[in-house]
C-alpha cells in the first residue's frame, strides 16, 4: 500500500524545472582596438505566462559610429524547458548610416517548427528542443553556471537551414579589474572549429548571479 502510495504521488508531483535568473539591467562601455564607440545596455525581465524577455541595445556615442547613427537592437522571448531556456522569438536589427540589416527567428515547439528570416531570404532549420537563438545563450550559460556546471557547455543555435552547435568552456575563477572594483568572475571562452581569426570570451560576475 505504502508504495503504491509513494509511486501515484510521484507520477502526480509536477517536474522540476530550473527557476530562470534574476531579472537585471547591465549597462556597458563598447571599444573596438582600445577606442570608445557607444553604450551598451542589457536587459533581462519577466513576462506574463511563463515568458522572459532579454532585449540588447547598442548606440554609437563617439567617433565614427555617432556619425553614422550606428544601432543595434536584439530582442529574445524566452520559455524555461526543464533545465534549460528555448528560445520562442528573436529579432535583431542593426542600422548604420543608410544601411539596415534584419534577422528574426519564430520556433513553434507544438509544431516542431523554425521559421528564420535574414534580410529576404527564407530558412526553416529542423526543429530541436532547448533550441535558443546567438543573443539568449548568455542566459543558458547564467543558468548553468548557477547550476555549478563545469567544463565544456553546448548549446543548439540555428544557422540558415541547419542547426549549429556553439560550445563554451568553463575556466577557472578569476579576480578582474572593472570599473566597479575588483570582482570576483568565472571565464567562459567560446570554442571555434575554425576561428578565423575570432574569438568570444565572457566574464560572468560570481557574486553578480552570474
Do not use: C, H
Not at 563554451?168 to 576561428?195: D, F, H, N, W
Request: no cysteine.
Amino acid at each position: 500500500m505504502m508504495r503504491r502510495l509513494l509511486l501515484a504521488a510521484m507520477l502526480l508531483a509536477p517536474a522540476l524545472t530550473l527557476a530562470a535568473p534574476p531579472p537585471y539591467t547591465a549597462n556597458y562601455e563598447v571599444l573596438r582596438n582600445g577606442a570608445r564607440l557607444g553604450k551598451a545596455t542589457v536587459v533581462f525581465k519577466a513576462l506574463p505566462n511563463g515568458r522572459y524577455e532579454l532585449t540588447s541595445s547598442t548606440v554609437g556615442s563617439e567617433g565614427l559610429a555617432a556619425i553614422a547613427g550606428v544601432a543595434i537592437d536584439e530582442r529574445s522571448i524566452l520559455r524555461w524547458t526543464g533545465e534549460q531556456p528555448e528560445t520562442m522569438v528573436y529579432t535583431y536589427r542593426q542600422q548604420m548610416a543608410w544601411k539596415t540589416r534584419e534577422r528574426s527567428i519564430q520556433v513553434d515547439a507544438g509544431k516542431r517548427r523554425i521559421e528564420s528570416q535574414d534580410k529576404d531570404r527564407l530558412f526553416s532549420p529542423p526543429y530541436q528542443p532547448g533550441v535558443l537563438d546567438r543573443n539568449a545563450i548568455t542566459v543558458a550559460l547564467m543558468g548553468d553556471l548557477a547550476m555549478g556546471k563545469t567544463g565544456d557547455l553546448s548549446y543548439v543555435v540555428p544557422s540558415k537551414d541547419e542547426l549549429e552547435t556553439q560550445v563554451y568552456r568553463i575556466a577557472s575563477p578569476e579576480q578582474l579589474k572593472t570599473a566597479m572594483g575588483t570582482q570576483a568572475v568565472i571565464r567562459v571562452e567560446r570554442i571555434r572549429e575554425t576561428a578565423n581569426g575570432r574569438s568570444t570570451t565572457l566574464w560572468l560576475g560570481q557574486d553578480k548571479n552570474f
